[in-house]
């Protein structure tokens, strides 16, 4: 049976349980100060990742460009209804764009000719990526798709290295092009 003696007793109860529960304004300080490191923390490396994440898609779209050139060589296709029959390159004209051509000046040294070779499309790279060398050509001369480095043909265990930096954290990535034609990306230390 409730009486008075028992409901307060029951009422002290609760009172106890209430006043040791909840948290002090140390506490609540303590935790948002540690989330709001880690916050920064997260934020600071999602700056870095998006960097990173530039430089390598720069350089793989830069490797495909590179093997679109040597399959439009290959299969002889066709740009404005002709055919190139010097090739297909890939020119680096300063450290932040490059340019897919067809090389349809013939010229004896199978290099990058400006307002004689067809441009077929230019690309620039993402803000605060540059590419190394510049004023470089690589082009792929059918029906083999024998490959020339700045006029100079690429034979035996020779190899091309176009190098891409991102210029904020100097992260380098390589585009390489062997002697065979294998294109390769692959991260610089």
């Known amino acids: 049976m409730l009486n008075l003696k ?11 349980f209430s006043k040791g ?16 490191i880690l916050a920064a923390m997260v934020f600071a490396n999602m700056r ?7 430089l390598n ?7 495909t460009v590179i093997k679109q ?11 404005d209804s002709s055919r190139a029959d010097d090739g297909y390159g890939v020119y680096f004209d300063t450290p932040n764009s490059y340019k897919l051509f067809a090389n349809t000046y013939s010229g004896p040294s199978h290099l990058y000719e400006d307002g004689q070779d067809m441009l077929i499309r230019e690309f620039d790279l993402t803000a605060k990526v540059t590419v190394s060398p510049d004023d470089t050509s690589i082009i792929f001369v059918p029906p083999r798709g024998t ?15 176009i190098t891409l ?6 992260s380098k990535m390589c585009v390489e092009v062997n002697s065979q034609g294998k ?7």
């Open 6 to 16: 028992n409901v307060l007793k029951i009422a002290s109860r609760k009172n106890k």
């Open 21 to 36: 529960a909840g948290f002090t304004i140390v506490e609540l300080i303590v935790v948002v100060a540690i989330t709001a």
């Open 48 to 54: 870095h990742g998006g960097r990173t994440i530039d």
């Open 57 to 63: 898609s720069d350089a793989e779209k830069l490797a």
């Open 69 to 79: 050139a040597q399959m439009m060589a290959l299969s002889g296709e066709k740009v």
């Open 147 to 161: 490959i020339y480095v700045d006029g100079v043909l690429l034979v035996g265990g020779s190899i091309s290295k």
């Open 165 to 170: 930096t991102q210029t904020e954290n100097d």
């Open 183 to 189: 294109v390769d990306v692959y991260k610089l230390p």
